[in-house]
């Protein structure tokens, strides 16, 4: 009796926590940090640095001023908390023989459902074989929570002819997150800072010069 091959590429998305501590990410220096006395780049000659005095800024419109001191450099909070988790995406990827690969594929899409995750994508397609004939098989690849791993792993595996390779890969994303987080303070900030400009105006050019 000829076995059918169906591989199931199996992709799980999962935050894992460790003990790892994580300080949270540099935030992006205001106008008025830069504003400081620099050097200028050394000539052809190998000669040494000249100091560049800067003197003290042109004083800018009402509107404008407060807009690049308030708006453009929004301080760093101390305060937050550093992240304490690293988050980790792991990827584990199953090749499985089953007898019917369209009733697992049936079974693995409401397994995912039933543990909160979803169907990323699915194939089923027909391989032709040198003798003549075929055999069905197939690809799917769903998401489950990260607290269901082994347990989706297992039920997978369960009722199947063969599996044929097993293999667990994780991603740290920890540096992506935070910077991520930290670029969304500082543009909530931003935003609460421009609303309250804006409610503040007066005249018409007072909230165009906001935006310029």
């Given at each position: ?75 760093y ?55 003549g ?6 690809s ?17 595996k ?41 409610e ?13």
């Open positions: 009796m000829k076995r059918t091959l169906f591989v199931s590429s199996l992709l799980i998305i999962l935050l894992v926590a460790a003990c790892a501590p994580l300080l949270a990410a540099r935030p992006v220096p205001s106008p008025a940090e830069k504003m400081h006395p620099s050097y200028a780049e050394p000539a052809v000659g190998g000669a040494a640095p000249e100091m560049v005095e800067s003197g003290p800024p042109a004083p800018l419109p009402p509107a404008a001023s407060e807009k690049a001191s308030d708006v453009v450099g929004v301080p909070d101390a305060s937050q908390p550093p992240v304490q988790e690293r988050l980790v995406i792991k990827t584990a990827e199953l090749a499985i023989v089953v007898s019917n690969p369209a009733v697992k594929m049936e079974e693995i899409q409401r397994m995912a459902e039933e543990m909160g995750g979803f169907v990323v994508s699915s194939n089923l397609y027909q391989t032709y074989l040198r003798g004939g075929t055999v069905p098989e197939g799917i690849t769903v998401r489950v929570p990260a607290e269901k791993l082994h347990d989706a792993l297992a039920q997978i369960s009722n199947v002819v063969d599996v044929r390779s097993e293999s667990i890969s994780g991603q740290d994303v920890t540096a992506d997150y935070v910077d991520l987080q930290s670029r969304l303070r500082n543009l909530e900030a931003a935003e609460a800072r421009l609303t309250e400009i804006m503040q105006a007066e005249k018409t050019e007072d909230v165009l010069a906001v935006f310029e």
